[in-house]
């Protein structure tokens, strides 16, 4: 049995900073014995417990609100990042005017274009090679069809007999 005096020299432990010293605190914690001359010690040691545990939470805390703060940076630079850059004009200093102006021609410039581009879809004016409709290819010309028609009865009838070559002579 020691005695109030032998815990009192014992050195008291720091708070804990890592999770080995931890579980070496609650070590010592379940080593003391449960009577009066030591509750005082344990009262001390389970001090130092909340207060490591109260120092981890605050720790941990402050590491997710820092987390939550960086996401929210990096969404904002992929947002900026995503959205397009127009260029107004050369580099000078410009007034509000201006820039309201360079954007009014812009934005007519883009509508031109989008017109222009409607246009050529419905006259069918486009540059390249045109390609072939599904109506041409549905049914086939009458040319073909004879072609066709006639290979089927020259099949039909079988092999003909070989010819002689015919070589003709110029004059």
Known sequence: VTTQSEYDALPTPATPKSGADLAK?????????NDEASSQ?????QQKVSHAAQTFLAKN????????????????SKTRQATKSTILGKARVMTWEDLEKKRRESAEKEAKKAAKEAREAITGKKRG?????????SEPKAKVARISEAQVAVSE??????RAKVVRRSK
């Open 157 to 162: 009838a079988g092999p003909s007999e070989p």
């Open 61 to 76: 805390a402050l590491l997710r609100d820092h987390n939550r703060f960086l996401t929210k940076i990096n969404n904002e």
């Open 41 to 45: 010690r344990r009262d001390r040691l």
């Open 129 to 137: 090679r045109p390609r072939k409709s599904t109506t041409d290819i």
């Open 25 to 33: 605190l609650l070590d010592i914690i379940e080593h003391i014995p």
